[in-house]
């Protein structure tokens, strides 16, 4: 590979070359790529990388009196001369590439010609004589051509064209080595010619470079420190000025402590005028209760003593209006934990009777249409007014209503005990159903029916004013259960056969279905039951679940499986049926 300058080239080579590149006269060449290198680009990445680096220092810290960034120190105005350089730079060098390409005579490209490949992507050309070339195919939609290391891809118009084209090329080079003097003039556009016309101008075509492209490089460094020297004073300058801004944007000590750690315009302002106002500001403006009990205490022998006590009134409204802002229990009650001699009165007792009064105007458009039992919920909420909220912590609970559940005794599943032992597939006292429904093994889906339904319901109100808790387990009748001392939610279910049975060779055994009848009422003091939901839940034998059994388990194993199943699915529903006539929509 040999270099040639294109305008260090005689006049009359110069125009053979022009000739050849745009195909008027002979040697033509077989192949071209037209476009030339991504010289462009490659500047114009610079340049935004320049933007990139001077935006980032530009907004690192700025107007933070937080950041250690928010003024930066004096290293940092090489790095906005080296970003403001690289941007002008990677400018003017792609404009001056760009401006330099369109002024070549010929258009820029690489072409294959007879004797050798010239890579035209600038007025420097790369000659790579077609004796080197070690090898030639084609790939796709161009033929690839290489040179050493260097390889070319150049496309050709039809692929079906391209064995021709890889064929020439081959023979070419054959060609070449063959040839001689004269036929090695007929190959090759850059052989000088012997005969040269007196008609034809003799001076050379020459480089025309304006200053500016000459100087590119001077320009983006020069100009780069200037500006950038420039932009770090002027940002320094902005984000101070955007600090103090902020500062008295929040007018507080804080503000202005934060500016005098970083800012140094208005430091001078800060330290001696708008910090000390700020912090009588303050001072004045606090007028709690407890600072002025400070103050009284601290100057007892004051003159201002019925002023102290006038503000000290005012300071007990104000937090007393911020308490009732609020609209909620436990700030009134924790106003009034804070200050027990408030001396509010009606004011503060209506205050909260109204948080009482909202709750019960918030269920009333969350109940079903139709619906009687907001009138239920009133009583509910008007007792948890009557036994306070009290304090768990760091907050404020209202009073719970336990929801108990009661199991009646059942009418049908000694006879299932029965049939199901004179069925063939009986497996001895493993397959009665009696044994899995027991008080004890009920009592266990009743109390996590509490405790799931005592959760949901306790969504659907303010946990300060009213509350829903999982209660007792009791076996027997309505008659056996005390009567209520305070409100309750009991529920009461009873689990009969169905009547059917399925039974099964593997796993073996005897299986009933069930009904689960539930009744969920709301309990008041000598009042009436008031029935709240009324559901029956029929379950039939899961018969899919089961083939998940080999029968080799030990016995009991299926029906435990499969009667938990089966409860779970009642209870579950059940709770549903029960938050339904509670809620238009789930809480």
Known sequence: MTRRDFYSLSRAVQERLLDSFHGRYAPLPILVRHGGRKTVVLWLALSVFGAALTLALWFAGFGNAGSALSLHAAPFAALFALGIGSLLTGLVCAAAHSVHMQSLPFPPGIYLFPACLVDARGDVMRVYPIAELSNVQPAGGSIHVQFGAARFALPVTDAALAPEAVARIQASAHQVQQADDKQIFELDPLVEPTVLSPLAPQDPLLRSTPIWIRLRYVLGAVTGLLLGLGLYSVRNSMSDERMFVAARHKDDVAAYESYLSRGQKHRAQVEQELLPRAKLRLAIAEGSVDAIDAFVKSHADSSVLGEAEIARR????????????????????????????????????????????????????????????PDQ????????????????????????????????????????????????????????????FSDDKLAVHAKASATSLGQAL?????????????????????????????PRILVHYRVEWSGGANASKRPRGVFIGL??????????????????????????????????????????????????????EAFSEAEEKHLGNWFAEAP
């Open 515 to 568: 009904y689960v009848f539930f009744k969920a009422f709301l309990e008041f003091p000598g009042e009436e039951p008031y029935l709240v939901s009324k559901y029956t839940a029929s379950k039939n034998v899961p018969v899919d679940k089961l083939g998940e059994f080999s029968g080799s388990e030990a016995a009991g194993t299926a029906e435990t499986a499969l009667y938990t199943g089966m409860l779970k």
């Open 377 to 436: 919920v009133a009583k509910l909420i008007d007792f948890s007014e009557k036994q306070r909220a009290t304090k768990a912590g760091d907050k404020f609970l209202g009073a719970a209503i336990p929801i108990n559940f009661l199991r009646l005794k059942s009418e049908t599943l000694n006879r299932a005990d029965q049939a199901v032992s004179k069925n063939p597939m009986f497996n001895g006292v493993s397959s009665l159903p009696t044994r899995y």
């Open 314 to 373: 005012n300071a007990l409204i104000a937090e007393f209006e911020a308490a009732r802002k609020e609209n909620t229990l436990a700030a009134l009650l924790d106003y009034a934990a804070r200050r027990p001699q408030h001396g509010m009165g009606a004011p503060f007792e209506q205050a909260r009777h109204a948080l009482y009064l909202g709750e019960i105007a918030r269920y009333r458009k969350r109940a079903p249409e139709g619906s009687d039992l």
């Open 458 to 486: 306790s969504k659907g109100f303010n946990p300060e004013i009213l509350r829903f808790e999982a209660g007792q387990h009791w076996v027997g009748d309505a008659e056996t259960v005390e009567p209520p001392k305070a």
